[in-house]
């Protein structure tokens, strides 16, 4: 994350993606002391910061209140109660905020890659600095990894056969990505 700074990470990726969304989370990191200033919902004893598109998933993503921790552990709740989901709200809101990229935008794409097409992901890109994350839909389809080049970002999810989402700024970016995964069937 650069500067280590997750309040500087979430400036720099809504501004260099356009990515919507973002400003909030980055007023929930930066807010997350005062409950108040939030002004969010709070839900049986956790402070509700992130829903998911309900066109997508019912979920939603919340931390303790008066957890007292100046990064709070975050959990988050898919209609089976709330169940612990990262360690940090930091991490969460980047998590988010990667996934925000990937969800929208015009050079975009996904596909459903075998086990043995896995490892390409690794050899041809770099790995963005986070460790391997739960998918928060359904355990089993961790872990996600996020991977990236300039204007390029893609995310992995599963280990014996995963799901690659890509997004990219351009069209050559995107074509870059189909050049160096070869034998991918892309959904679109």
């Known amino acids: 994350m650069g500067s280590g700074d997750p309040g500087e990470f979430l400036r720099l990726l809504g501004a260099a993606w356009e990515v919507p969304g973002v400003a909030e989370l980055l007023h929930t990191y930066e807010n997350r002391s005062d409950v108040a200033a939030l002004g969010l919902e709070v839900d049986d004893g956790m402070v509700i910061f992130h829903a998911a598109d309900p066109a997508v998933a019912e979920a939603v993503w919340g931390f303790p209140v008066g957890a007292g921790d100046p990064d709070p552990p975050t959990f988050v709740d898919n209609g089976a109660g709330w169940r612990p989901y990262l360690d940090h709200l930091s991490l969460t809101c980047v998590d988010i905020a990667l996934t ?42 961790s872990p996600v990894r996020w991977y990236s080049r300039p204007g390029l970002l893609l995310r992995t999810h599963g280990d014996d056969g995963a799901w690659l989402w890509v997004r990219a700024l351009t069209r050559t970016g995107l074509e870059s990505v189909y050049r160096a995964l070869p034998g991918v069937t892309w959904s679109q």
């Not at 075998?114 to 355990?139: E, Q």
């Open 100 to 141: 925000a990229v990937i969800d929208g935008g015009e050079w975009y794409n996904a596909a459903e890659l075998p086990a043995d097409l896995v490892p390409s992901v690794a050899a041809n890109f770099d790995r963005v600095p986070l460790p391997d994350l739960p998918m928060w839909i359904d355990v089993e389809e």
